[in-house]
């Protein structure tokens, strides 16, 4: 008996001397190297099997982890096995190492990291708390926007594999549409997944890393903009509120965020010594972002009441037939005393007038979801056609990122980046789309306007030309015989001489929502693709369609 405790003791020093020899304290990074060595003090909770062999399964997730990628668990699965043995005087160095590795990964200091360690741990506790915040996130929100913000909490706490941090980000680019002056914006726990999935983004390893610093034309807005206070008092409702697992997840994630955001900035540092590169990835969109934010603030009382009716318009278009019809005059006024202000010598001027304004693109959006919910298809459909050619822009990341895409045309050939490869929010840009009005409906000079009951009946100016007149008749000869069983003959025709005839466009009835700016002589197009109304798009005070003095219903003389 003797000798085999002699053995064993033997051998328990052998697993001791090879850890200690596998050891690399102070472990690489800073916080640690000078820290007096001290037992763990994070075993007082730990949640174990004993294990004799502790200092070899210390040796083997150390290894592993060293060796791997994205494996911070083999980390807590050291600290634990650590617990069989606390007072070793080997233990100190272990925990050290452990300690320090945890505050490279995860951005935490010192007292934070000995938190995060000494919960996870504890791994009874830690997974009953994650299963009770999973199973109380689980299931469908009401609307589009709360269950997208539902998954990036899922994601963030691990609920449907490896806490966000510890892992490969999942796509996450549905957040994307909610993010400027959005609900993501509004909350910092979803707005730290945002964060940490563009970080992962941003700092892709690829052929050409640049590339992937891109997205930091919107994201610079962001990466400074979550603190860990911030995300803290965010956990202060249902079903974070007494959480202690998200307590300790939503500090590590937001220390790893930080410590992303600070990488990101010393390459962003590094690639805009290049002016060119500079100009395109910081001067031009702190510029857009700016002017957005200045016409915002000019316009305040404008955004508000567009926010409000955005807020209150259903997101299916369509009224509910007891639900009363918005008021949509307020917004058509406040966009029309912005349009009044324009040029707009021609369509195209205009046009590109809007697209200088921050917040046209929005109105315009605004009107047509609001028209839309109050019932007028046809009108909202024909401002869905003049708001698609202009830019839209709800907030300043937009702007940013709008205003990037025109330094682009600047800086030709100084930088190798076509304007796809920004990061739009969107599958393509809301630019460039120029063939929408100008393509659509019948147009034609106005020869008469007759009032009807329920509005104008519109004619037009014919054009007197001359085309040849021809006699057909039918022959005895089978030319096919159709589906069915029906036979057709062969028809032969001859030219019998020039005739005059009236060419133009047929009549049209407008109704009186739509007929503002309407005059005999003025050219229109008459947007007549809805089977029960006809819209007119564009007025022009001249019969060339120059001088454009009404669109889309809004009179600009």
Not at 396 to 411: E, G, I, K, N, V
Not at 472 to 479: L, R, S, V, W
Not at 521 to 528: A, L, P, S
Request: glycine residues 8%.
């Amino acid at each position: 008996m003797a000798m085999l405790l002699a053995c064993g003791i033997a051998h328990a020093d052998d697993l001791r001397d090879e850890l200690s020899r596998s050891l690399a304290h102070p472990a690489p990074g800073k916080g640690l190297e000078r820290a007096p060595l001290r037992a763990p003090s994070w075993c007082a909770h730990a949640s174990f099997e004993r294990d004799e062999g502790w200092p070899a399964t210390i040796q083997n997730e150390l290894r592993d982890y060293r060796g791997g990628h994205y494996s911070q668990y083999r980390l807590i699965e050291a600290a634990r096995a650590l617990c069989n043995a606390p007072g070793d005087p080997l233990a100190a160095r272990v925990a050290t190492e452990i300690e320090q590795y945890w505050i490279n990964d995860s951005g935490l200091s010192e007292a934070d990291a000995i938190e995060s360690i000494s919960a996870r741990v504890d791994v009874a506790e830690l997974d009953a708390g994650q299963h009770k915040l999973c199973d109380a996130l689980a299931g469908d929100e009401p609307d589009d926007a709360r269950q997208k913000l539902q998954h990036a909490y899922q994601f963030l706490f691990g609920c449907n594999s490896t806490a966000m941090w510890m892992g490969q980000a999942p796509d996450m680019a549905e957040l994307g549409a909610l993010l400027d002056r959005g609900p993501v914006e509004a909350d910092p726990i979803a707005r730290t997944a945002w964060l940490l999935y563009r970080e992962y983004k941003l700092l892709e390893e690829g052929e050409k890393p640049e590339r992937a610093l891109l997205g930091y034309v919107i994201d610079q807005q962001d990466l400074h903009a979550v603190t860990a206070a911030d995300a803290l008092r965010a956990l202060d409702r249902p079903p974070f509120a007494g959480s202690a697992f998200a307590r300790i997840l939503i500090k590590e994630s937001v220390a790893r965020e930080r410590m992303l955001a600070a990488r990101i900035d010393d390459a962003v540092a590094a690639l805009t010594r290049d002016p060119a590169w500079k100009e395109l990835l910081v001067t031009a969109p702190q510029r857009g972002a700016a002017a957005w934010l200045a016409a915002a603030a000019a316009g305040k009382a404008v955004l508000a009441r567009s926010d409000a009716a955005a807020a209150a318009t259903p997101r299916h278009h369509g009224r509910h037939a007891h639900a009363p019809a918005p008021d949509c005059a307020p917004l058509r006024a406040d966009f029309l005393a912005l349009a009044k202000k324009l040029k707009h010598d021609n369509l195209a001027t205009f046009r590109a007038q809007l697209d200088d304004q921050p917040l046209a693109g929005l109105l315009l959006h605004r009107i047509v979801g609001c028209e839309l919910a109050a019932g007028d298809q046809a009108g909202g459909q024909a401002l869905d056609r003049l708001a698609g050619e202009v830019r839209l822009m709800p907030g300043p990341r937009m702007a940013a990122l709008f205003a990037a895409a025109d330094a682009l045309a600047d800086l030709g050939d100084r930088i190798r980046v076509e304007p796809s490869q920004l990061p739009w929010f969107d599958d393509e840009p809301r630019e460039g789309r120029t063939d929408l009005i100008e393509n659509v409906g019948t147009h034609g000079v106005i020869a008469s306007l007759a009032k009807t009951a329920k509005g104008l009946h519109v004619t037009f100016v014919k054009k007197r030309v001359q085309e040849m007149s021809q006699k057909c008749a039918e022959t005895n000869k089978i030319d096919r015989i159709e589906q069915g069983g029906k036979v057709v003959y062969r028809t032969v025709c001859h030219d019998t001489g020039l005739v005059w005839v009236d060419e133009g466009p047929l009549p049209v009835d407008v109704s009186t929502a739509h007929i503002a700016a309407l005059r005999v002589g003025r050219f229109v197009r008459i947007d007549d693709s809805m089977y029960n109304d006809t819209v007119p798009i564009t007025v022009f005070s001249d019969t060339v369609g120059k001088h454009l003095v009404a669109v889309c219903g809004f009179v600009l003389e």
